[in-house]
């Protein structure tokens, strides 16, 4: 029976630790803050942040709710981010994603005080990625190839000389994580598929652990899977039940993989609590640095 890498208990257990953490920060007049922007009113969107309060709520993290209508310009996000980058009560902050049409994520993301950066999107902290091959905990990472990684070193999964495929080149996932996953002290092989990939059945076939991020339901069959593999399943597609009657979530990874691999991140319940679990992380180390900071000063 493969093993089922639990991402809900793996978070719960980090979430403990982060609530010690927090305490510790408060004593010492430090209180961390995460601030979210969201605009609009996706549902999926306004879902998923009211789940990050609830996180934030848990562990002791105040938090900064700002909303937006869906007609808000460009100048009206930058705004309140200004108001966030210069809010000493908010240590991390994030922009929800996607924005509405027509806005461009990138030259908003660009304006996040990198010290500020949550999610580990701001193009300086990337470049931090790009710069520390040994890896280096001085700036924020993203929250998910960072989750993914957290996830398996719980469970002792040892990445060092293994082939790992990626599946989708998307910013939050696939054109991250491979430098992650390079860095020296984890020290994988990286391959990275997307739609221009030849013979990507092949390039998963061979693969000791696959991390499939693309969003296309059910695209790793169980033929596609070597046996004894590692299944990492971060997409997120709705699709619609019919014996349910409902939308459910569905993964990447056909269910039928769980036959063929040694361990698998159940979707959800997986990587999606990491990546939550990453965020608060990314926000008490901030606020963590801040601490440190002002205590260097003081000596
Ligand atoms: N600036 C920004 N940062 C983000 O981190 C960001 C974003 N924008 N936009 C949208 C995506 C999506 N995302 C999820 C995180 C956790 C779950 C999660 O915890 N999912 C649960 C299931 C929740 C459910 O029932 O839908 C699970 O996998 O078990 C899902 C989705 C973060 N995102």
Do not use: W
């Not at 010690?20 to 920060?25: E, N």
């Not at 701001?122 to 790009?130: I, K, M, R, T």
């Not at 990684?149 to 999964?157: D, F, K, P, Q, V």
């Not at 693969?207 to 590692?230: L, T």
Request: hydrophobic share 40%.
């Amino acid at each position: 029976m493969a093993q089922k890498l639990d991402g809900k208990l793996v978070a719960a257990a980090i979430k403990d630790d982060l609530r010690l953490r927090v305490a510790r920060l408060r004593q010492t007049g430090v209180e961390p803050g995460l601030g979210t922007i969201l605009v609009g009113d996706d549902v999926g969107s306004r879902k998923y942040v009211a789940g990050k309060h609830a996180d934030c709520a848990e562990v002791g993290i105040r938090s900064i709710a700002v909303e937006l209508p869906g007609s808000a310009s460009r100048a009206e996000i930058l705004e309140q981010m200004e108001r966030l980058n210069s809010d000493s009560s908010c240590t991390g902050y994030i922009v929800q994603l996607p924005l509405p049409k027509g806005v461009d994520s990138n030259a908003v993301i660009e304006r996040i005080n990198p010290s500020k950066d949550a999610d580990g999107m701001h193009p300086y902290n990337l470049g931090e990625l790009v710069l520390h091959i040994d890896g280096g905990d001085s700036s924020p990472q993203p929250c998910t190839p960072r989750g993914i990684i957290t996830l398996l070193s719980h469970y002792n999964i040892d990445l060092s000389g293994k082939e790992v495929c990626v599946l989708g080149r998307g910013i939050t996932v696939g054109r991250t994580i491979g430098l992650m996953l390079a860095a020296r002290g984890v020290d994988a092989t990286v391959t990275l598929c997307h739609t221009g990939t030849r013979d990507v059945h092949e390039l998963m076939r061979r693969a000791d652990v696959v991390i499939a991020a693309m969003g296309s339901a059910g695209f790793v069959k169980p033929e596609d899977v070597k046996p004894g593999a590692v299944l990492v399943d971060v997409g997120v597609s709705r699709v619609y039940d019919e014996e349910a009657g409902r939308y459910r979530v569905k993964g990447d990874i056909d269910l039928g993989c769980r036959e063929v691999c040694s361990a698998y991140t159940p979707n959800p319940g997986g990587v999606g609590p990491m990546t939550r679990a990453m965020l608060l992380t990314n926000v008490v180390e901030m606020a963590e640095r801040r601490m440190n900071a002002a205590n260097d000063l003081a000596v």
